[in-house]
């Protein structure tokens, strides 16, 4: 069963750590709190809220506050310092990266805990009647890119209005995505995981990767601005409606959206593999990913609760085959990976600067 600190020794922790290590926020005794903070990924977002729920129902404190401002603004804000103005724990959809560890680093946030709490996938979706495809990782490229190589091998501006104009093989409709916005940790790895790769198998432009490196990246995360791509914000579920309200459009979001929704919406496949639970795990699909939660050491024994919210997260009731994420369409990891976890969860062991 989950129990809560006392209250007594949390908040005479909370109010010292307020006082004298609040990095910088301005925090203050007055600004001190008692109820866990995360912030962060949309796609972990309904992951954290149902184990905060849980939680609550179990130890009676006080309910978490779970906010969804994307991977990329939920490190930030924990990054900004120790205290209680500052999330303790961040949820990402990808890695943390070097420079936002430096980032926290800078500002006190020293003793960063990396928990990897299972998989999901990026799925490119249609409503339930629109056309088939199947993308090849070179179509995401040549689609979506704001430059892509011309006729004489110069980068130019995308020309492509339809899709059969990328690839014969797929349906004569017009190029318009909606998906993540910079923020957001998706939108991150749907560039790494599909726009890179597929830059990758065009001649050209693999060229320009072992020239220019920089010059490279910047043509295989560089999306659309001519109404082709279309951010739509943190929030998936919007997404998915909307693929409903457009004909002929396609979206761009994590499996866990798509299972919830398979009424109105159905997934594309990708070089012939359809992202499903097995697909993702195994790493088959192309556009599978892991996803984490960072947890700031300095707020453990002082944010009642916290450690045992995180060991929560990472339960057989929560995380495990079966689990109650499972149904929210969190893709769990091998027995062996999540025991590792739930040690890493106990030990608290920093994690080192990431490679890149």
């Keep these: 069963m989950i129990r809560t600190l006392k209250l007594t020794t949390a908040a005479a922790a909370l109010l010292a750590l307020a006082a004298c290590g609040d990095g910088g926020t301005g925090g203050g005794a007055s600004s001190a709190?008692?109820?866990?903070?995360?912030?962060?990924?949309?796609?972990v977002f309904p992951f954290a809220t149902r184990v905060a729920e849980n939680f609550a129902r179990t130890s009676g404190g006080a309910?978490?506050?779970?906010?969804?401002?994307?991977?990329?603004?939920?490190i930030q804000a924990f990054c900004q310092g120790v205290g209680p103005t500052t999330p303790d724990i961040a949820n990402a959809s990808r890695p943390m990266k070097a420079s936002e560890f430096d980032l926290c680093q800078k500002n006190g946030v020293t003793d960063i805990v990396e928990l990897k709490i299972g998989f999901d996938g990026i799925v490119i979706a249609t409503a339930r009647n629109g056309n088939s495809f199947n993308f090849e990782l070179n179509d995401l490229y040549e689609g979506l890119a704001k430059e892509v190589p011309g006729a004489d091998g110069q980068f130019v501006a995308n020309p492509a209005k339809t899709w059969n104009e990328v690839n014969k093989g797929l349906p004569n409709q017009r190029i318009q995505v909606y998906g993540p916005p910079p923020t957001s940790g998706t939108r991150d790895a749907?560039?790494?995981?599909?726009?890179?790769?597929?830059?990758?198998?065009?001649?050209?432009?693999?060229?320009?990767?072992?020239?220019?490196?920089?010059?490279?990246?910047?043509?295989?995360?560089?999306?659309?601005?001519?109404?082709?791509?279309?951010?739509?914000?943190e929030n998936d579920n919007a997404i998915v409606q909307t693929l409903s309200r457009t004909p002929g459009s396609l979206g761009v979001f994590g499996y866990s959206f798509l299972e919830q929704n398979l009424d109105t919406v159905k997934p594309e496949t990708i070089d012939g593999v359809t992202p499903n639970a097995e697909t993702i795990a195994s790493g088959e699909y192309p556009l599978s990913r892991s996803l984490y939660i960072y947890v700031k050491k300095a707020h453990i024994g002082v944010i009642p609760g916290l450690q045992q919210f995180v060991q929560e997260f990472l339960s057989e009731g929560a995380a495990g085959k079966g689990g109650y994420l499972a149904d929210r369409g969190l893709i769990p990891l091998p027995e062996d990976q999540l025991q590792a976890q739930r040690a890493a969860a106990t030990a608290l062991t920093p994690m080192q600067r990431p490679a890149g």
């Design 33 to 43: 709190r008692s109820g866990i903070w995360a912030a962060g990924s949309s796609t």
């Design 63 to 74: 309910a978490p506050r779970v906010e969804s401002l994307g991977t990329g603004g939920g």
């Design 190 to 233: 749907f560039l790494e995981l599909g726009m890179t790769p597929g830059a990758k198998l065009v001649p050209a432009t693999a060229a320009v990767e072992k020239a220019d490196k920089n010059r490279f990246e910047a043509l295989a995360h560089t999306l659309r601005e001519d109404g082709a791509w279309i951010d739509s914000g």
